[in-house]
């Protein structure tokens, strides 16, 4: 199935069109977006977003295709990491 940039809703409000496969963290960096990251190598949890309710650790996910059509990004909800 040939799916093209997908609207991403971000929790501060901004929405942004992004091609899937890009990098969230980059993805998050064109928004405006500011993740908070750490070991960026996926061990530590500081990154983590919930992607449509279902956590990601951004430093080593990619933009996932979505059947939704959109996707809306929240910040994990355990600020003590
Ligand atoms: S920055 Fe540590 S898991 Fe992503």
């Given at each position: 199935m040939p799916t093209g940039p997908i609207p991403?809703?971000?929790?501060?409000?901004?929405?942004?069109l992004v091609q899937p496969g890009c990098p969230w963290l980059e993805a998050a960096r064109q928004a405006g977006f500011m993740i908070p990251t750490g070991c960026l190598g996926g061990?530590?949890?500081?990154?983590?977003?919930?992607?449509?309710?279902?956590?990601?650790?951004?430093?080593i996910a990619t933009?996932?295709?979505?059947?939704?059509?959109?996707l809306t990004?929240?910040?994990?909800?355990?600020p003590f990491w």
């Open positions: 991403i809703h971000w929790s501060d409000g901004s929405s942004t061990s530590c949890g500081a990154c983590e977003i919930d992607v449509n309710g279902r956590t990601v650790r951004a430093c933009v996932p295709s979505s059947r939704r059509g959109s990004v929240d910040l994990a909800a355990d």
